[in-house]
């Protein structure tokens, strides 16, 4: 450095003292007036070149003044040494611009380079020292944290964090450096070598800290748990929360940094898979820089080493508790089987159809459940931590399937109420069809024409449900037309017998034959025979083409409507008054 002063001083000496010898020998008349010049690119350059070496000189005081202060001047003089750090950063660019678009055969070029190049060699010097001194900090700072109180640790974790991030900007800064170097024609090989040692050694430093980090933070989750389970005072498992906070943050911290350095190792050609992998198994966060295909295959490769250690170590223990737990389950759904069949043998509860069909249908998913959770519990899995999961789990699907919930309450509610059954005829809604099957979400109803309903048991349940196979008698209902000239009395006796000897129509209850309303061309006649529930649809298709054979039998015309073209009115019979 002293050399690189007194190679700059006589630098200005040699510029400075012709320059004032040419101006005594020629003095200027009075009214000559002076042209301001552009600078030159070498005067810009010599310019950058300057004020860098001046602001690293004034690092250097620091240096030596920050080894013997305290706290507060401390704190002071390395605000002033980042201010001259990024003086230096913002002007240097600059500089390397110039020097890269001037003529490299000029002297005065040349000089400027091999000045710019002890320029760049003494703030790699610097920067390195400076990488060595927040090395040491956090050593020290580390030293204190299993001593300082939870309330203090805070202030602690900020300091190493900041220290950190330090060192994760110095390191990418001498990269910058070397290479600057190496576009000066610096042979940087042997600081290049230097600078690998120290980002691998980085590098295998972070992999411990983290690890350490990992290790003490699950240590103390262990340690909160194991204290609530045995009720230990709030203030002791508080103190540890919050260490466990800081822990975290710790293991976040030391994983970023870890990720920089990688990074740099990469650009360097080093192999980094087996790093990221090492991130990923600690901190579990994949990151667009850890999807590596490499690194995705290495996780594969170390799960499948992982799964075959633990098939050699514990694969017969596994294989023996699997096969308790399939034979329990086998066992349950034999007796959950057996059970049923004696209910339905000795009819302790009467049981509709569809319920015979439903239980049918659930009783293996129950007993496989049942079975599962009693071979666990053979085995040594604590039965109350599956209820809880059980319960935790049926929370979440309770939210997610609301619909699905309703529609099994609403199953329910059927099965209690017994509306109907299995091959009833029904009316919900708009469907009207055969019951063939019900589950826990829906029913099955296939329509007259051929059509396969699955219909949701809440619709149902929240409609009007109509049984028409229930009842074992039902009523047919039609309606019979006679013109107004007809004699009313005789068409009611003829319906009459018509019904009464029809063999599918029953006499209790008895058929009814009446005049049901007074139309404009016709009298309307209800005809409601009784019927089995089984004749009902064959005796409704039947009885309307019985009725009009045998009124074309007796002469008993069956009117339709008539409209006069002409726009006059058609004559109407006198229609009786109500009552007469």
């Known amino acids: 450095m002293r050399f690189l002063s007194a190679f700059l001083l006589a630098l200005i000496l040699a510029a400075v003292i012709p320059g004032m010898a040419f101006a005594q020998e020629a003095e200027a008349p009075a009214d000559t007036v002076e042209v301001e010049t552009e600078p030159t690119d070498l005067e810009r350059a010599q310019e950058s070149l300057d004020a860098v070496t001046t602001e690293l000189d004034s690092l250097l005081v620091l240096a030596s003044r920050i080894k013997d202060s305290e706290d507060e001047q401390l704190k002071l003089l390395r605000v002033q040494g980042h201010r001259h750090i990024d003086t230096i950063d913002s002007i240097q660019p600059g500089l390397m611009d110039l020097l890269s678009k001037m003529d490299p055969e000029d002297p005065e070029t040349e000089k400027v380079r091999k000045g710019t190049l002890d320029f760049l060699v003494a703030k790699f ?107 230990s005072p709030e203030s002791e498992i508080g103190a540890d929360r919050t260490r466990l906070q800081y822990a975290e943050a710790r293991v976040q911290g030391v994983a970023k940094s870890l990720g920089t350095t990688v990074d740099m190792l990469g650009e360097r050609g080093f192999k980094t898979t087996s790093y990221r992998q090492f991130i990923i198994k600690t901190t579990g966060e994949i990151t667009e820089r850890v999807l590596d295909p490499r690194v995705m295959i290495g996780l594969a490769r170390d799960f499948l080493e992982d799964l075959g250690k633990w098939l050699e170590e514990k694969g017969p223990t596994f294989l023996v508790k699997l096969l308790i737990i399939v034979a329990s389950v086998f066992f349950f759904r034999l007796a959950f089987r057996a059970i049923w069949w004696l209910m339905r043998l000795v ?46 789990a049926g929370v979440v699907i309770g939210f997610a399937l609301q619909d699905s919930l309703a529609n099994l309450a609403a199953g329910f509610f059927i099965l209690a109420t017994r509306p109907f059954d299995v091959d009833d005829t029904i009316r919900t809604g708009t469907v009207v069809g055969t019951v063939k099957a019900m589950w826990i979400a829906n ?32 009523r047919t209902d039609i309606t019979v037309r006679v013109g107004y000239t007809a004699d009313i009395d005789r068409a009611i006796k003829i319906l009459l017998d018509l019904v009464r000897g029809e063999g599918r129509v029953l006499d209790n209850p008895e058929p009814a034959v009446f005049v049901s309303s007074w139309e404009d061309s016709w009298v309307e006649l209800a005809v409601r025979p009784w019927a089995r529930n089984e004749d009902w649809w064959p005796l409704l298709k039947d009885l309307p083409r019985l009725v009009a054979l045998r009124f074309a039998e007796e002469g008993i015309e069956i009117p339709y409507p008539r409209m006069d073209m002409g726009g006059g009115s058609t004559p109407q019979p006198p229609r009786p008054e109500p009552g007469e």
């Open 443 to 474: 029913t099955t109803v296939v329509t007259f024409d051929g059509r396969r309903l699955l219909i949701p048991n809440r619709m149902i349940w929240g409609d009007i449900i109509e049984n028409r196979s229930v009842e074992p008698l039902r």
């Open 125 to 231: 010097d610097i920067y390195e020292e400076s990488l060595n001194w927040w090395s040491r900090e956090i050593d020290e700072l580390r030293e204190q944290r299993s001593s300082t109180p939870p309330e203090e640790l805070g202030d602690l974790e900020t300091r190493i964090g900041k220290a950190r991030e330090r060192l994760d900007a110095i390191m990418p800064a001498m990269m910058d450096i070397i290479q600057d170097g190496e576009t000066l024609g610096l042979d940087a090989e042997k600081t290049w070598q230097r600078f690998d040692r120290g980002i691998n050694n980085r590098a295998e430093n972070l992999v411990g800290r983290l690890q350490i980090s990992v290790d003490a933070r699950e240590t103390l989750k262990k340690k909160i748990a194991t204290g609530e389970k045995a009720g």
């Open 347 to 392: 009819r302790i509860v009467n049981l509709t159809r569809l319920m015979v069909q439903l239980g049918d249908s659930l009783l293996g998913p129950i007993a496989t459940i049942f079975g599962l959770f009693f071979g666990f519990w053979l085995v040594g899995a604590d039965p109350t931590t599956l209820l809880a999961g059980a319960g935790v």
